[in-house]
């Protein structure tokens, strides 16, 4: 084989290697609802200004070292003023505009048209999820039911320690915490199920306490959560 052959070998599994966590169940760069799209665009964003940046640095740096008489007639003064303030400050700036700009987009404001509430509860190690919506008693474990393309409110709390609700390709990471409810706002945007994990430790448990939401078509949604929830009582 030859040399280039296997040069191009190891890039590719090199490459590969390196965008296999780019994608699966648990991806944040695969955003299934405008709230993890906002994250995941902040991630882009991020990484662009990185590869940038990083691409500034590695020039000017190998210009430094075999085109040394270009950089000469820059002084000590301007590197500091404009390579270490100017330029920092202009990027933090961008960043922050940006972080605000789609932070601001998974606040859940309170709307005109009150979105579909459901509870989420941690606890050693399950997630418990009930219904406010549903008369009775209501409650399905590891399992979320959602209707797709509705605005759904995910009121998190916790009966024991610390735990995060997080299902990455919805939105983001919220604590649940006892005595107090935080609520992270969501949309699937199809019909699907989506993978969902603990993710504040929590002790031993924590690895195994997972959770699923399943997104319904909007008009089988009563039907299906009706389903779940006598099938949980006769477990
Ligand atoms: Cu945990």
């Not at 406010?132 to 008369?135: G, K, L, Q």
């Given at each position: 084989m030859s040399r280039s052959a296997i040069k191009r070998i190891c890039v590719l599994g090199v490459t590969g290697l390196l965008t296999?966590?780019?994608?699966?169940?648990?991806?944040?760069?695969?955003?299934?609802g405008p709230a993890a799209a906002s994250i995941a665009l902040l991630w882009w964003i991020m990484l662009a200004g990185s590869v940038v940046l990083f691409a500034i640095v590695i020039g000017l740096f190998t210009l430094a070292f075999y085109r040394p008489a270009w950089l000469a007639g820059i002084s000590a003064r301007n590197w500091i003023l404009h390579g270490g303030i100017t330029m920092s400050s202009v990027v933090i700036l961008l960043l922050l505009v940006a972080a605000f700009v789609l932070g601001e987009r998974l606040v859940a404001r309170p709307l005109a048209d009150p979105p579909l509430a459901v509870q989420a509860n941690g606890r050693m190690w399950v997630w418990e999820f009930s219904y406010?919506?549903?008369?009775g008693p209501s409650l399905t474990t590891n399992v979320l039911h959602i209707p797709a393309g509705e605005i759904v409110d995910v009121r998190v709390t916790s009966s024991d320690v610390i735990h995060s609700f997080w299902s990455p390709r919805l939105a983001g990471k919220i604590d649940a915490v006892p005595g107090h409810e935080n609520v992270v706002r969501l949309t699937a945007e199809r019909p699907g199920t989506y993978r969902g994990v603990c993710?504040?430790?929590?002790?031993?448990?924590h690895t195994q306490m997972h959770f699923t939401v399943i997104a319904h078509p909007p008009e089988a949604y009563e039907q299906a959560l009706a389903d779940a929830i006598a099938a949980e009582t006769t477990e």
């Open positions: 296999a966590g780019c994608t699966g169940p648990l991806s944040t760069l695969e955003p299934a406010p919506s549903v008369e993710a504040e430790f929590c002790g031993v448990g």
